[in-house]
């Protein structure tokens, strides 16, 4: 308190005369004059030849050749000055060439009235300036009833204005305008349910959906990891080290409450990093633990520190021993840490898959995110593109859920681009994972959702064997 009392105090004593006048006008509930105003034109200083004695007041006219465009400037001291006539001239000229040009070209365009200043009687402003009132009623006159909105239904004038904008704005002509798009209309025409239908909510990304997923579709074949790293490359461990890494790994992840797209890059980042690097098997929960951290920067909002990495592994590694592995991983990745796994397509498949399943949508998620996180620990299923492992597993978690019931349609070979006989191999794998599981030494998935929070899918009941019609196509 005493401190802030000695500065109110000392600038009080600096400022003398101009204070108490200062303070005057604040009482009076008027704007402070910015007497004390230096080095405001382009932030130039002492360097520009400004001394600092030299201050701008109200009474000291602008030098007109030192201050080139400033040189209109009523005042200094008011914040709000006139805008120079010839810029003002010169913006009137711009805007009636534009509307002219605009009127000769779109002259059956829905009509908009015409936005004109109005002029302002408030203290401290010029004829040529608008007043922040004024300013916001006319912003406000926009969303008036007068406008005339054309209905989305009317394709001939929203198809005419699309073309319009794109000449104008240089959009690319490979954008995808979804309501009026061909893929839109073939959908319709082949009764498939439309998932990109939701334009008001910004995070489904409806307008670039689909494009967004077939660059992942092309990324997800550059960062495939190898299929046979530990029979080539890897001489000091074996397919089950490996399942036990990851197992132990799902537990780590349940333990920090880290969400599933860490896990999945996880897993990716070791296979990736052991398809190039020879390892020895005392160092593979040192690697597991460093890719961790690597996915847990890229997907949490709060990664778990180095220090607690340690912890959890007994201290076997030292922080040191954990940043050279980090290290070590991204220079042999080449920092390309973004990557396609099965749980990014899995999220947009569950969700083609539930608009049948209305009556079972929680337990089709969980049980087709079970089928998936099972595949991360079998070794055989590397080679299998992480978008068809996510299309095997809603196959297999919609045959559970209704064995008597074909599982694949129309709009899930639409949107997975798999046919069923595509999906035969791997689909097998995973019902056999399902009903005889990956092995008693890695029960960490099994435990995970046998819990209420995910109604224990890992306990529901699955015939023993899937039927060959199932996996014939529709056209055969």
């Not at 002029?119 to 926009?142: F, H, K, Q, R």
């Not at 074996?238 to 599933?260: F, H, N, Q």
């Not at 959702?449 to 039927?467: E, G, L, R, T």
């Amino acid at each position: 308190m005493s401190c802030w009392a000695a500065g109110r105090r000392s600038s009080a004593e600096n400022a003398g005369a101009g204070g108490a006048s200062k303070t005057a006008a604040a009482r009076a509930g008027k704007r402070v004059a910015l007497g004390d105003l230096t080095n405001v034109f382009h932030g130039r200083g002492r360097s520009s030849g400004y001394a600092p004695e030299e201050k701008l007041s109200s009474t000291k006219p602008v030098d007109v050749k030192n201050k080139g465009s400033f040189a209109s400037l009523r005042n200094v001291n008011t914040g709000r000055g006139s805008i120079r006539k010839h810029s003002s001239d010169q913006f009137d000229w711009t805007v009636s060439h534009h509307d002219s040009v605009l009127q000769k070209e779109n002259a059956s365009f829905p009509s908009v009235p015409n936005i004109v200043p109005i002029g302002s009687s408030s203290p401290g402003l010029t004829d040529d300036s608008v007043s922040m009132e004024d300013a916001m009623s006319t912003c406000n006159s926009i969303e008036s009833s007068d406008l005339e909105f054309f209905d989305d239904e009317d394709s001939s004038l929203a198809t005419s204005l699309h073309c319009w904008a794109g000449d104008k704005l240089h959009i690319s002509d490979t954008f995808n305008w979804r309501k009026h798009s061909p893929i839109s209309m073939k959908l319709k025409s082949d009764n498939i349910s439309d998932l990109d239908n939701n334009y008001e909510d910004p995070q489904h990304c409806a307008t670039l959906a689909y494009e967004i997923y077939e660059n992942l579709r092309e990324a997800e074949t550059r960062k495939m990891p190898s299929t046979h790293f530990v029979e080539t490359i890897q001489t000091d461990m074996s397919t089950t080290m490996r399942a036990v890494l990851i197992d132990w790994l799902v537990e780590v992840t349940e333990e920090y409450r880290l969400v599933p797209e860490t896990l999945y890059l996880t897993v990716n980042y070791i296979d990736r990093y052991l398809s190039v690097k020879e390892i020895n098997r005392n160092r593979l929960q040192l690697l597991g633990v460093a890719c961790l951290l690597i996915a847990a920067k890229y997907e949490e909002i709060c990664p778990p520190q180095v220090e607690e990495l340690c912890y959890i592994t007994d201290d076997s590694y030292t922080k040191e021993e954990v940043l050279q592995m980090e290290a070590s991983v991204l220079n042999y990745l080449k920092f390309e840490m973004t990557v396609p796994t099965p749980k990014c397509f899995l999220r947009r498949f569950v969700r083609a898959a539930q608009v049948f399943d209305e009556d079972s949508t929680l337990h089709l998620e969980f049980l087709a995110n079970y089928i998936c996180e099972l595949s991360l620990l079998e070794y055989s299923l590397l080679c299998y593109l992480p978008s068809l492992v996510a299309a095997s597993s809603v196959f297999l978690a919609r045959f559970i859920l209704k064995p008597t019931k074909n599982p694949w349609n129309s709009s899930l070979s639409y949107y997975t681009q798999y046919t069923p006989s595509e999906l035969c191999g791997c689909v097998r794998v995973l019902h056999r994972l399902f009903c005889f599981g990956p092995g008693r030494d890695v029960p960490a998935i099994r435990e995970k959702y046998s819990q209420h929070k995910y109604k224990f899918v890992a306990k529901k009941y699955c015939p023993p064997s899937i039927p060959t019609d199932f996996f014939l196509d529709a056209n055969s």
